[in-house]
């Protein structure tokens, strides 16, 4: 069984200040890692994902997120943060074997002041 | 294309009353999951389809909750006798085949469920 910690439930920036959101996970198995992102009133949408390969994946708005095996992690960072990145940010795992559940963190909101 | 539609958007009922919410996958994603979103819970899996068959079952709290697919597309989740726990978000979410080895799901906006 996989499971997902969150350390931050909520974390305040300043507009254009860097952020980290974190995520451990545990699992016995290999695993795909994923980050959601659910905007006020809006459902989950897939910011990025790590399946193989590079253990540095990015988003198109310039999140990335860091694969480190050996800590269990899979830290969510964006260097300069816009107003427009308030939300939910959500950590996730699954079994790295085609179709499985998703099993989510307890997510972190992020709030941006200007 | 069209995404992942969920209907009703928001449902209140009374305690003790049968409710049935509905999961319109996007075209030519054979599988298709239900998760639940509360304040207390998070993000709960419920249960998972490939095509109309349903190999993980696992997360139904109760045998009050019961889901199916038809066709390989529409799904229900139903639930019987309402309790007030069962208020939360209802999420449904697909997956192409071509990204099902990669486990790529797509959410629908959920349904809203109130327990009076």
């Known amino acids: 069984a996989q499971s997902v910690t969150q350390l931050d439930s909520q974390v305040p920036v300043f507009e254009e200040a860097p952020v980290e959101l974190r995520c451990n996970y545990s699992s016995s198995v290999s695993v795909y890692l994923f980050w959601y992102v659910q905007y006020p009133n809006q459902g989950l949408q897939l910011l990025l994902k790590y399946l193989s390969g590079s253990t540095l994946v990015e988003s198109i708005n310039g999140f990335e997120a860091e694969f480190n095996k050996s800590q269990t992690s899979f830290h969510l960072r964006k260097p300069s943060v816009h107003i427009s990145d308030t939300a939910e940010y959500f950590c996730a795992v699954s079994e790295a074997q085609g179709a499985q559940k998703l099993v989510f963190g307890q997510g972190t909101r992020l709030t941006i002041n200007p | 294309g069209a995404g992942v539609s969920q209907s009703p958007s928001n449902k209140v009922t009374e305690k003790g009353k049968d409710v049935e919410l509905r999961c319109d996958p996007i075209?030519?994603?054979?599988?298709l999951y239900w998760y639940r979103q509360s304040l207390g819970q998070g993000l709960e899996f419920l249960i998972y389809f490939q095509g109309n068959s349903a190999p993980d079952k696992s997360g139904l709290p109760s045998d009050r909750f019961s889901a199916e697919r038809t066709g390989g597309s529409v799904s229900t989740l139903t639930i019987q006798r309402t309790q007030q726990e069962d208020s939360a978000v209802y999420l449904c979410a697909s997956t192409h085949p071509g990204r099902l080895a990669m486990n790529e799901q797509f959410f629908g906006p959920g349904t809203r469920l109130t327990v009076l």
């Open positions: 075209s030519g994603h054979t599988a």
